[in-house]
Antibody, heavy 127, light 113 residues
């Protein structure tokens, strides 16, 4: 079973770039089994999908964050990463990485559901 | 962007009693292939979200059969037939038909009376 672990600085200054890494174990990040996602959650609030990457390098980003996001692979380390530039206090949140696999019970759907999540890492944007 | 609205925001339930969660979308989540692209997640206290239901009505691996999902188009329901103490948490529905972005509802908090 694949497992995920987020890592990165807990504190980032306003206007700087937030960089997080998700380390994957139990499967190769380039196996093609999963889409690799980032989701965030401000304290006491709901979930916001940030974006995802596939083994082909194909990415999809939330339109509201697209101008500030980059999601990348590092196959040598079996990791994927999130970079969020020009951060403000509004970017303070717990950041989760999640693996989405294809719904094998519904192959015609081509649906990928997020069934593996990391424990999350809390990032505070403050000077 | 598809907007998802959940109700109620808070749901107090006595153990052993049923619970019902509503999820509505601003656009139909029914694809022409017959599938509804609506998933349900629960976030238990201090934990990461976990998948309960995918494509509207398919239980994820390990989810007990007292939890079920139904609905089509713009209206969906998650039901717990007999609530247990371990069910406490926030329940989110999520649409994956028109992406990006994937969008979540604001969540319904299940509390034990």
């Amino acid at each position: 079973q694949v497992q995920l672990q987020e890592s990165g600085p807990g504190l980032v200054k306003p206007s700087q770039t937030l960089s997080l890494t998700c380390t994957v174990s139990g499967d190769s990040i380039s196996s093609g089994t999963y889409y690799w996602n980032w989701i965030r959650q401000p304290a006491g609030k709901g979930l916001e999908w940030i974006g995802r990457i596939y083994m082909s390098g194909n990415t999809a980003y939330s339109p509201s964050l697209k101008s500030r996001i980059t999601i990348l692979f590092d196959t040598s380390k079996n990791q994927f990463s999130l970079e969020l530039s020009s951060v403000t206090a509004a970017d303070t949140a717990t950041y989760y990485c999640a693996a989405a696999q294809r719904a094998a019970a519904a192959p015609r759907s081509y649906h990928y559901y997020m069934d593996v999540w990391g424990k999350g890492t809390t990032v505070t944007v403050s000077s | 962007e598809i907007v998802i609205t959940q109700s109620p925001l808070s749901l107090p339930v006595t153990p052993g009693e049923p619970a019902s969660f509503s999820c509505r979308s601003t656009q139909s989540l029914l694809h022409r292939n017959g599938y509804n692209y609506l998933d349900w997640y629960v976030q238990k206290p201090g934990q990461s979200p976990q998948l309960l239901i995918y494509l509207g009505s398919n239980r994820a691996s390990g989810v007990p059969d007292r939890i079920s999902g139904s609905g089509s188009g713009t209206d969906f329901t998650l039901k717990i037939s007999r609530v247990e103490a371990e069910d406490v948490g926030v329940y989110y529905c999520m649409q994956a038909l028109q992406t990006p972005p994937i969008t979540f509802g604001q969540g319904t908090r299940l509390e034990i009376k």
